[in-house]
């Protein structure tokens, strides 16, 4: 008897583990649609409906994969800074240079992922800009 109220007991226990493990994984998962295209990972993503979630949550890796819903392509990003405040809302935050939207932050229910946008994208959108208006003017 003290066999089986041990086993029932350990399968519980491991029900309530992984409970409560799936939903640690939800509350740093975000899923928004965005409705322009936008810079993230070093690459132009079309407007759509993204997921991003850790990598590896259980190691502390910071690393994100943003995965469309729509071409299931997916874009790694490394966040720079992790702030752990807690925040009701989840979304992505964009630097709007010239024409091109940057992802520039991802808030999450645990905190927010700060990414930095490389001076080299800056350049380039300025540059993409400058071309385009001067090509427009010819």
Known sequence: MKRQYATV??????VIGLGLGA???EEDTVVTKVPFDFVAGG??????????SRVAPISGSRELEM?????GESVFV??????????DKA???FEHLEDTYFLSAIETPIGTYTIDIPPSAIKL???QQR????????
Do not use: M, W
């Open 131 to 138: 071309g385009g208006s001067h090509a427009g003017g010819n």
């Open 125 to 127: 959108a300025q540059t």
């Open 43 to 52: 690459k132009v993503l079309p407007a759509g409906t993204y997921r991003v």
């Open 9 to 14: 007991l350990f399968t519980l226990i491991c």
């Open 23 to 25: 939903r640690a994984q």
């Open 78 to 87: 490394i966040p720079t800074v992790f702030d752990d405040v807690r925040s």
């Open 91 to 93: 979304q992505f935050n």
């Open 67 to 71: 995965s469309s819903y729509e071409t």
